[in-house]
């Protein structure tokens, strides 16, 4: 499946919790594509085989390979107690980690392999010396390039059921190939203190990557906002020596209530990046992705309304439910809806209230459940997209983001909103 045809900026969801099966196929128009990470892809090959293939849309794998160069306890469950189902803490009062997570371990032991199941069977992360043997990296490349390529790119004949959602978008299932709109290579941090060493690591995995496949190649380039801004230039020549056809960008815990050097600093490596002229994608990000396309941001992922940031140390293993939150348009940030929503009267904010189809029927935010707060965070989203698509200006932008903080600042139910001020000063250049 190539690029998605519609003109940036391009909405990519990554692939969550199986109850969101519903909303990807329901509002399969309100999207441009998936992200499928790559131990949900190994763990549950069938099913994602067969829901990618139905919903026709374009799709990438994350191989996550990030992971098998940081702390081995990320890659390892939670133990808890059989009869109780809570997790047992050590004397310390720290959560006790025990063996490899299930999805981690068919991913390492039936894809991977080679050095990244000798390092975790070591139980060690990964160093830039471990791909001093040519053939180490030509192997990983190998085996991450094959499993990406061929793991969710045929539809099964026997699943047909979706069928009908296919033959009402005009492309009808064939069963055939469905590749990924892109191969992504290994991947490894580039915020420690071994950068450089890190970054010849990435490059040249790059490249044996590009020898591997006639697909287009994007790399990851994994940072967070200070090694993006101190390495910049650095980085994007030597991505650029070796000629992708894309990239994809993570800004490690980024997110947009963060200052606005912070905010400066990855609006200013997107614009440097954009010099390329090739497509950049985000590959966690929230509304200030809206403001990034101003900077040449072709799009961004993130899950339906959660996982819209990511520090690369975080924990895969999470505990616990994300309570329901409602997304506010004008102010693009998220509200609970349990603690927040129910407590603010929507109908004294009228330029607050969405008419989207699920705000139709419940005009009041405090109702929603979780799967309506969802949809809604969905519709909510395509439109702001839709209009940036029609030509909103980065001054008419800015002025809107200005104008909602200037309204709402001093308001103790919906503040704090400085980062609608932060992000009118970047796209101002103040």
Request: a positive charge; glycine letters at 8%; hydrophobic letters at 35%.
């Amino acid at each position: 499946m190539p690029l998605p045809n519609d003109p940036g900026p391009w909405c990519f969801y990554r692939l969550g919790p199986t109850k969101e099966k519903e909303l990807f196929k329901r509002r399969r128009d309100a999207y441009d594509g998936v992200i499928v990470p790559a131990h949900i892809a190994s763990y549950y090959s069938a099913f994602c085989a067969e829901f990618i293939g139905s919903l026709q849309k374009p799709y990438l794998i994350d191989p996550m390979t990030y992971l098998f160069a940081g702390d081995t306890a990320l890659l390892k469950r939670f133990v808890r107690d059989r009869k109780t189902g809570r997790t047992i803490r050590d004397t310390t009062g720290r959560k006790k980690k025990g063996d490899l997570k299930r999805s981690f371990s068919k991913l390492v032991e039936q894809h991977y392999a080679g050095l990244v199941e000798t390092v975790v069977g070591e139980d060690r992360p990964l160093i830039p010396q471990d791909f001093s043997a040519n053939t180490a990296a030509d192997e990983l490349v190998g085996r991450v390039v094959e499993f990406q390529t061929r793991l969710l790119s045929e539809l099964p004949e026997k699943y047909r059921k979706y069928e009908q959602y296919a033959r009402k978008q005009g492309k009808p299932m064939t069963g055939g190939a469905n590749p990924p709109m892109c191969i992504v290579p290994p991947y490894f941090s580039l915020g420690g203190s071994d950068v450089p060493a890190w970054l010849e690591v990435n490059v040249d995995l790059l490249v044996r990557t590009k020898a591997k496949t006639t697909l287009p190649v994007f790399p990851v380039i994994l940072a967070g906002p200070q090694s993006l801004s101190l390495n910049a230039a650095l980085f994007i020549s030597k991505y650029a020596e070796a000629k992708p056809d894309g990239y994809l960008l993570w800004v490690d815990g980024f997110s947009s209530d963060q200052d606005v050097g912070a905010l400066a600093a990855v609006f200013g490596f997107v614009e440097g990046l954009a010099k390329s002229d090739k497509p950049i994608i985000l590959l966690y990000g929230d509304a200030f992705s809206l403001v990034l396309h101003f900077a040449g941001l072709s799009g961004f992922g993130c899950g339906i309304c959660y996982a819209e940031r990511k520090l690369s140390t975080q924990d895969v293993d999470v505990e616990g439910m994300i309570p329901p939150r409602y997304y506010v348009s004008l102010l693009k940030k998220k509200i609970q809806i349990a603690t927040e929503a129910r407590r603010i009267d929507f109908s004294k904010y009228p330029d607050l209230r969405c008419d989207c189809e699920v705000c139709g029927r419940k005009p009041d935010p405090g109702t929603l459940d979780d799967t309506e707060s969802r949809e809604h965070f969905m519709l909510a989203r395509k439109r702001e997209i839709d209009a940036l698509r029609g030509g909103t200006t980065r001054v008419a932008f800015s002025t809107a983001l200005q104008e909602a903080f200037t309204k709402y600042q001093t308001d103790p139910l919906l503040s704090p909103v400085q980062h609608l001020r932060n992000w009118a000063s970047v796209l101002a250049n103040e």
